[in-house]
């Protein structure tokens, strides 16, 4: 007698089903867990923020500084390094830089002097490197911010150091010879996007107005689409738009934030002459900031104007095994000296003043100078966009 078929076994089929195909993610299901994890996000950056205020007080009792840019870089790297994505860098960069800014204003609130107004490429490195929880005092010109912290009126000021398309910038070099008691406290390296910023068509553009830098970033870009527009120099891209706001035939060179800021229209982007131009800002104080092993120092010299003074002093990096990775002349504010142009050199190089290798190599430097200030030892800087 024939055997009846045996019916299927549905639960050892069901066993068989991959795992993935047993539930399918609705939009429900993902929106409820991204508002769990939301509210795990606040619950624990409160708690940090807890941690941060209870620093700040171990700080006051102690007479230390709110800031410390070597352990805020400390800190984004320890964070970038447990970074596996999928989130971007940058984005990453900006939320802890924002969230260590609340944190600080905790505390107190710091003021940081920029070449202003707001908007202008200086205030944008001002808010890279401290966030937005800090008074921004933006003045009217470099000289303006070295004073505002000589006089103790904020505690930081940002100046623009020097452009890898125009080299030093003259002001702020000028003025690091005449008030040597400020230090180099850290850097900003902001990767600088040029704009043609204005309220009509760029076809009527007959007038082009930005800071001198920025005129001089994207002069052959000017030459080949606007050879008839008249260039005008502004105290910065920020007032420069301000300008441009005037009429339909002025326009600015300044970066997307002003083109929101002044209600302008982006005419052209990314009109600067060199695709990688990067501008590299000093943040100046009273104080010296302390190793963190990944240092940079930037000196002042006045040498012997005489045959070989300056080889004789590049023997003594090279001799002490010490990268120097900028060096610029200056001519001297007392003028000339025997007939001849005195000059000031400044030198960027790798190492803090208080490596043991970089303290030999600064006490054989001021037996070879006339004149030797250290500006300031600081953490190197990553580049940000502007």
């Not at 399918?24 to 708690?47: C, F, H, S």
């Not at 200056?330 to 000031?344: K, M, N, S, V, W």
Request: hydrophobic share 40%.
């Amino acid at each position: 007698m024939p055997r009846k078929p045996v019916p299927p076994d549905n639960r050892r089929a069901a066993k068989n089903v991959p795992a993935d195909a047993k539930k399918v993610p609705t939009l429900a299901g993902i929106r409820t867990e991204i508002d769990r994890l939301d509210k795990e996000l606040v619950t624990l950056l409160n708690q940090r923020a807890e941690l941060a205020a209870q620093i700040g007080q171990i700080k006051e009792k102690q007479g230390l500084e709110i800031w410390s840019p070597a352990r805020e870089e400390e800190v984004l790297a320890r964070a970038m390094a447990h970074h596996k994505g999928p989130l971007p860098v940058d984005t990453l960069r900006l939320i802890f830089r924002e969230l260590m800014s609340g944190s600080r204003s905790l505390q107190r609130t710091l003021r940081v002097a920029c070449l202003g107004p707001k908007y202008s490429y200086s205030y944008l490195a001002a808010v890279a490197k401290f966030g937005n929880a800090v008074e921004h005092v933006p003045v009217g010109s470099i000289a303006a911010v070295f004073e505002e912290v000589n006089r103790r009126h904020v505690q930081f000021g940002i100046v623009p150091l020097e452009n890898s398309t125009d080299g030093r910038i003259a002001d702020t070099l000028d003025m690091f010879t005449r008030l040597t008691n400020l230090k180099i406290r850290a850097e900003v390296r902001l990767r600088i996007h040029h704009c043609l910023l204005g309220k009509g068509e760029w076809g009527n553009v007959r007038r082009v107005y930005s800071k001198a830098q920025a005129l001089s970033q994207c002069r052959h870009w000017l030459g080949k689409n606007l050879p008839q527009a008249q260039l005008i120099e502004a105290v910065s891209t920020a007032a420069a738009a301000e300008f441009a706001q005037r009429d339909e035939t002025s326009a600015a060179i300044a970066g997307h934030p002003a083109a929101m800021a002044y209600s302008l229209n982006v005419l052209a982007e990314n009109i600067e002459d060199q695709p990688h131009n990067l501008t590299r800002f000093a943040v100046i104080a009273e104080q010296a900031e302390s190793r963190t092993g990944r240092d940079k120092t930037t000196l002042l010299l006045r040498l012997p104007n005489q045959f070989g003074s300056l080889a004789d002093v590049m023997m003594v990096f090279k001799k002490a095994a010490l990268n120097v990775t900028m060096i610029e002349s200056f001519p001297a504010t007392d003028g000339p000296r025997g007939g001849d142009q005195a000059y000031l050199f400044f030198l960027d190089f790798e190492g803090h003043a208080e490596d043991e290798p970089v303290k030999k190599t600064i006490d054989a430097l001021r037996k070879k100078c006339e004149r030797l200030e250290i500006l300031g030892s600081y953490p190197k800087g990553d580049c940000v966009e502007g």
